[in-house]
């Protein structure tokens, strides 16, 4: 029987960014913010209703609409993919031009993440998004994996792109791997050539490449005292079966937890702001709420 309107859970999309550009022929030195279709198409073949989630602040911002409002009025929010995190994000110099990342998308995406987390609202993250979660609660990255991670895998192709894959070995005992039960070595596509290399306090690695060892998916735990959903696959689910001649993941198990996990907590709403002092960097949480929260 289809869902009715109220029924449906409403799943925020974090935005991609295009910044202004006055070369550009079409929406000449416009900022345009949009969503990857495939990713939201993955959220509503379950159902849900996507909403993506725009910067409230820019050179055009107008009204009083904040981040906050969007964590009050959501069930949960998915940080999409895209562009490299910045290095300073995470105390760090650029290594390289081509490795500068994207500052003022971390601003937005670390206010995103922290404005759902003070609500205590789901989150989950996609490539750029695992990588923007670990950023946010204190972890650190490799600004590329093939110069920076001895025997690396080649875990970003531009030719094959979402046609390349590597293996992928599951956590015994992980939330992830109590998912696919039977199951504790896959495949899954890449592409990303940053990765984890510190991961965040209060979170636990639930798979890893093989056999390079880097982190593929991270979720929070609950015996360093989190509360609320957060977890996230380094690889893009909403890739799989994609016209694809090689056996991935099923990527349902991982859909079906993340919106569980929002139902739940649409049922049962928190009814505090949920305030965790040091988990978010502290460094990036005052520059969050000088140039996006707005508080």
């Not at 109590?178 to 495949?187: A, C, D, W």
């Not at 899954?188 to 880097?214: C, M, R, T």
């Not at 349902?252 to 569980?260: N, R, S, V």
């Not at 949920?274 to 960097?281: D, L």
Request: proline share 5%; aromatic share 8%; hydrophobic share 40%.
């Amino acid at each position: 029987m289809p869902k009715t309107v109220a029924g449906r859970l409403k799943i925020g999309l974090s935005a991609c960014f295009q910044h202004a550009d006055p070369t550009r022929s079409l929406f000449t030195n416009k900022t345009l913010q949009y969503v990857e279709q495939s990713i939201a198409h993955w959220l509503m073949s379950a159902g849900a209703m996507v909403v993506m989630v725009p910067c409230p602040t820019g050179e055009t911002a107008r009204g009083d609409t904040r981040l906050s409002h969007y964590a009050e009025w959501l069930d949960g929010v998915v940080m999409h993919g895209g562009a490299d995190v910045w290095p300073g994000s995470y105390g760090e110099t650029p290594l390289k031009e081509a490795w500068i990342g994207d500052r003022i998308r971390d601003l937005y995406d670390l206010a995103l993440v922290e404005a759902f987390e003070q609500v205590g609202k789901p989150i989950f993250g996609v490539c750029r998004g695992l990588q923007l979660i670990n950023v946010a609660f204190g972890g650190t990255l490799y600004q590329d994996i093939e110069t920076q991670h001895a025997g690396a895998l080649t875990h970003r192709d531009p030719v094959s792109y979402d046609k390349n894959y590597h293996d992928l070995v599951l956590v015994e005992g992980t939330r992830l791997a109590s998912m696919y039960p039977g199951v504790t070595h896959t495949r899954v596509n890449s592409i990303h050539h940053q990765g984890i290399k510190d991961l965040a306090p209060g979170f636990e690695i639930e798979a890893w490449s093989y056999p390079d060892h880097v982190p593929e998916a991270i979720r929070r735990t609950t015996t360093r005292g989190g509360h609320g959903y957060i977890a996230a696959t380094q690889w893009h689910p909403e890739f799989h079966g994609a016209g694809s001649v090689i056996t991935t993941v099923d990527d349902t198990p991982i859909l079906d937890d993340f919106l569980a996990a929002c139902a739940a907590g649409r049922r049962q709403p928190q009814r505090w702001r949920h305030r965790m002092p040091g988990q978010i960097r502290d460094r990036a949480a005052r520059l969050l709420r000088q140039a996006l929260l707005r508080r």
